[in-house]
């Protein structure tokens, strides 16, 4: 079994007090499967959780990293990822960096360090979510809104 809503539920239930004062920013490793505690397939349960009972939604990102070669599964994390705030799922490295270049041009500068960025920012930040989905600019990611800085509670 992979009870990962019961387990977001407790996360949220025990850290309620410090979103109200910073972020969190979750990172979910997963099959793709999500189950309840018998391994009954809830992947419907973990939609309505990511996409209402994250509230406020922009003080909790989340990242799912899909560990999968489930051709499903990862059709229905990309459908997420395209439909719910402040999510982002990735892949692993290699089939990233696939996507990424498929989208940026085959001369974007990618390394393993900027997937680890993407891995924590692509949450919190949609231009870096974006990168495997459609084309970007330096010049869009200047122009957004401020990244990280200290006075964002994080």
Known sequence: PTPIVRVLRQVLKDKRNQIQER????????????????GQPKIDELR???????????????????????????????????????????????????????????????????YVVKTLMGGIDSWFDLLDEKKVSTDEYRRSEPRITTNNNF
């Open 48 to 114: 309505q959780f990511l996409l209402r009972e994250r509230v406020p939604t922009d003080r909790i990102p989340v990242t799912i990293i899909a560990c999968t070669d489930d051709d499903e599964s990862i059709l229905y994390l990309n459908n997420w990822d395209k439909a719910i705030p402040n999510l982002d799922v990735v892949d692993d490295y290699r089939n990233e960096k696939k996507e990424i270049l498929a989208c940026q041009g085959k001369s974007f500068p990618f390394s393993y360090g900027d």
């Open 23 to 38: 972020k969190l920013l979750i990172l979910l490793a997963t099959d793709g499967a999500p189950t309840d505690d018998f």
